[in-house]
């Protein structure tokens, strides 16, 4: 069975400080990993995703993250927050027949002047 | 390029009434097709995907159905609306490329209250 765990609920930085987003995955395999983002009453982008190539991947809006295997963890980072970036993230695997998705629970991420 | 249409963007609907939500995708072709719903204060869940025509595959029994009449729309209906139905719909769409794993792009969504 493949989970995801979202560690933080919520996450609230500075704007101009570093941004740290944390996700880790389980799954009898490397499953594809995403993060998308969704602004209040809006449908969700992706911002990224991960799908065996490069273990670093980078996103729109300044976004990366990078995939590790030995931690099982798919960490969401940018170098220095805008307050356009507060929004709830979602950490995502994809795997299986039919392109099943399986959901964190999100980080609301707070951007404070 | 690729576009997803939901509507209607929003919904205010009594207990017991009817329920259509419609969307349809642009700019691809044989799409797979999915409706998920998201609880206040909760993540995503997988109500119904499509891989073709006709084809429904249901992840949650509950009081709600899809229909996929044509190949780049997707409709959710129910026949009697619950309370516990309110909720923000979004559908989403993946290239079909059998087994490989693709992205899926979400609509803009449609935030349902019922009453």
């Known amino acids: 069975a493949q989970s995801v765990t979202q560690l933080d609920s919520h996450v609230s930085v500075s704007e101009g400080t570093p941004v740290l987003l944390r996700c880790n995955y389980s799954?009898?395999?490397?499953?594809?990993l995403f993060w998308y983002v969704q602004h209040p009453n809006k449908g969700l982008q992706l911002l990224l995703k991960?799908?065996?190539?490069?273990?670093l991947v980078k996103g729109i809006n300044g976004f990366e993250a990078e995939f590790k295997k030995s931690e099982t963890s798919f960490h969401l980072t940018k170098p220095s927050a805008h307050m356009s970036d507060a929004a709830e993230y979602f950490c995502v695997a994809l795997t299986g027949t039919a392109s099943k998705l399986t959901f964190g629970t999100g980080t609301r991420l707070q951007v404070t002047l | 390029s690729q576009t997803i249409h939901q509507w209607p963007a929003t919904l205010v609907q009594p207990v017991g009434s009817p329920l259509s939500l419609e969307c349809t995708v642009e700019?691809?072709?044989?799409?797979?097709l999915y409706w998920y719903r998201q609880a206040a204060g909760r993540g995503l869940q997988l109500l119904f995907y499509s891989v073709g025509i006709g084809q429904i595959s249901s992840e949650v029994p509950q009081n709600l159905s899809a229909s996929r009449p044509q190949d780049r729309q997707f409709i959710l209906s129910s026949k009697k609306l619950l309370l516990s139905d309110s909720g923000f719909y979004l559908c989403?769409?993946?290239?079909?490329?059998?087994?490989?794993?693709?992205?899926?792009?979400f609509g803009p969504g449609t935030r349902l209250l019922v009453l």
């Open positions: 989403a769409w993946s290239v079909s490329r059998g087994l490989s794993q693709e992205t899926q792009y």
């Open positions: 700019g691809t072709s044989n799409p797979n």
């Open positions: 991960y799908t065996s190539a490069a273990t």
């Open positions: 799954s009898s395999y490397s499953p594809s």
